[in-house]
């Protein structure tokens, strides 16, 4: 089976613009979590998504936002981007309903670099 | 919310010694425990986890125990080589999961 794949794995952007991250679960796997890695913050979680619906959401600001498709692939979207929205931006997913109390699997993951 | 809190943050052993890296938190509904290896420039892979109705599972040389009264749980690798240098990430998850700050394990041939 493959594994999570995530695209583009590098971005560079500059302040001001948006942003768009994709995310493709291992097949059969329908939650879908998002994270961003960065060294001061460590991993922290952004949301999850189950069945097209968003399930659960960090605590960031409404800038970051995300949605799931029909076939369990993700995107999330960061608008209006920040110098302190550098970071690893890591995608999960599980197998059914629930994704934070499964065993979560990850990808890649993108990094981001705002300029 | 929850918080996590995973201490050493950074751990060297001499080849063969045992590691052992601790988390406590802080939400009493948090029913589940991940532990994740994250080697250099690569992905988290989880390598053990514990359910809360758990208290204490073993693969091999790794072991995780859970003290739900305590709300603490630990990872421990026994007999350690050299590719087990990684940071490693505990984690705690009822709703989402939040991560402790990581461990940095050097092991010295």
């Known amino acids: 089976k493959a594994g999570v794949t995530q695209t583009p794995r590098y971005l560079i952007k500059t302040r001001g613009q948006q942003v768009t991250l994709s995310c493709s679960p291992i097949s059969g796997h329908r939650s879908v979590s998002w994270y961003q890695q960065t060294p001061g913050q460590g991993l922290q979680f952004l949301f999850e998504y189950f069945s097209e619906t968003q399930r659960n959401k960090g605590n960031f600001p409404g800038r970051f936002s995300g949605r799931q498709f029909s076939n369990s692939r993700s995107e999330m979207n960061v608008s209006t981007l920040e110098l302190g929205d550098s970071a690893l931006y890591l995608c999960?997913?599980?197998?059914?309903?629930?994704?934070?109390?499964?065993?979560?699997?990850f990808g890649d993951g993108t990094r981001l670099s705002i300029l | 919310g929850e918080n996590v809190e995973q201490h050493p943050s950074t751990l060297s052993v001499q080849e063969g010694d045992s590691a052992v890296i601790k988390c406590t938190y802080s939400?009493?509904?948090?029913?589940?425990f991940p532990w994740y290896k994250q080697e250099l420039g690569k992905r988290p892979q989880l390598i053990i986890d514990i359910r809360s109705n758990v208290g204490e599972k073993k693969d091999q040389r790794i072991a995780v125990t859970l003290n739900k009264t305590a709300k603490h749980f630990s990872l421990h690798i026994t007999e350690t080589q050299p590719e087990d240098s990684a940071v490693y990430f505990c984690a705690a998850s009822m709703n989402d999961m939040r991560f402790g700050a990581g461990t940095r394990l050097t092991v010295k041939p």
């Open positions: 939400d009493s509904a948090s029913n589940y």
């Open positions: 999960a997913s599980s197998l059914g309903e629930g994704g934070a109390n499964q065993p979560q699997h």
